[in-house]
Nanobody
Framework: QVQLVESGGDLVQPGGSLRLSCVAS????????MGWFRRAPGKEREGVAC????????YYAGSVAGRFTISRDNTKNALYLQMNSLKPEDTAVYYCAARLAAGTMKNMCMMTTGGYWGQGTQVTVSS
């Protein structure tokens, strides 16, 4: 059974940092491109950051570039998102996703359906 389980979401003040984790089970994640997506209240799900199966290439949405860093550890079937300088507009449920044959990582981050998805973890940025 394929599972993606996210953790690390929390309430944090503006300017703060969080590190999200996603652990995959039931499949060998090192052949899958993976990514972080988010859905803010009243908005559609959007791609935040995506990384190739080897970790050699990545893509960031413009709204998070320079503040967020995506990484993966294929020995642990794990995906991470380091989020710094958090803003209230980063408030959302964050989802981990995995997909075969994603093309470019920009393309991976545009695909908000299909593939494997976790249940999400809530990030709230508020003072």
């Amino acid at each position: 059974q394929v599972q993606l389980v996210e953790s690390g979401g929390d309430l944090v003040q503006p300017g703060g940092s969080l590190r999200l984790s996603c652990v995959a089970s039931g499949f060998t994640s090192d052949v899958y491109a993976m990514g972080w997506f988010r859905r803010a209240p009243g908005k559609e799900r959007e791609g935040v950051a995506c990384i190739s199966s080897s970790g050699s290439s990545g893509y960031y949405a413009g709204s998070v570039a320079g503040r967020f860093t995506i990484s993966r550890d294929n020995t642990k079937n794990a995906l991470y998102l380091q989020m710094n300088s958090l803003k209230p507009e980063d408030t959302a449920v964050y989802y981990c996703a995995a997909r075969l044959a994603a093309g470019t990582m920009k393309n991976m981050c545009m695909m908000t359906t299909g593939g494997y998805w976790g249940q999400g973890t809530q990030v709230t940025v508020s003072s």
